[in-house]
Nanobody
Framework: QAQVVESGGGLVQPGGSLRLSCTAS????????MGWFRQTPGQAREGVSC????????YYADSVKGRFTISRDNAKNTVYLQMNSLKPEDTAMYYC???????????????????WGQGTQVTVSS
């Protein structure tokens, strides 16, 4: 049974930084692209960033370019999202997912082949 678990969320002041982690188990991590998404109540889910299985290609939503960095460690089955210069509008529940490929900052390959975590809350507020 594939499982994806996020961690690292919390409360941070504007301009601050957080690093989110996401560890996958029960799947061959090297075969999957990994993505980060965020959602606020009443809003559509937004693809924040995606990284291909090898880490060679990385994609970002325009809203986070230059501030967020995605990376992965295949030896640890873990993907990271380093978030710098955080803004109040970055406040959201952040989700990690594994899927066959990236489709820009979104994931592709079908929902039946996508594994989602439960999310970690990020709040940017003074």
């Amino acid at each position: 049974q594939a499982q994806v678990v996020e961690s690292g969320g919390g409360l941070v002041q504007p301009g601050g930084s957080l690093r989110l982690s996401c560890t996958a188990s029960g799947l061959n991590f090297d075969d999957y692209s990994m993505g980060w998404f965020r959602q606020t109540p009443g809003q559509a889910r937004e693809g924040v960033s995606c990284i291909t299985w090898s880490g060679t290609s990385r994609y970002y939503a325009d809203s986070v370019k230059g501030r967020f960095t995605i990376s992965r460690d295949n030896a640890k089955n873990t993907v990271y999202l380093q978030m710098n210069s955080l803004k109040p509008e970055d406040t959201a529940m952040y989700y990690c997912a594994a899927a066959p490929y990236c489709n820009g900052s979104d994931l592709g390959g079908g929902e039946e082949n996508t594994y989602w975590g439960q999310g970690t809350q990020v709040t940017v507020s003074s």
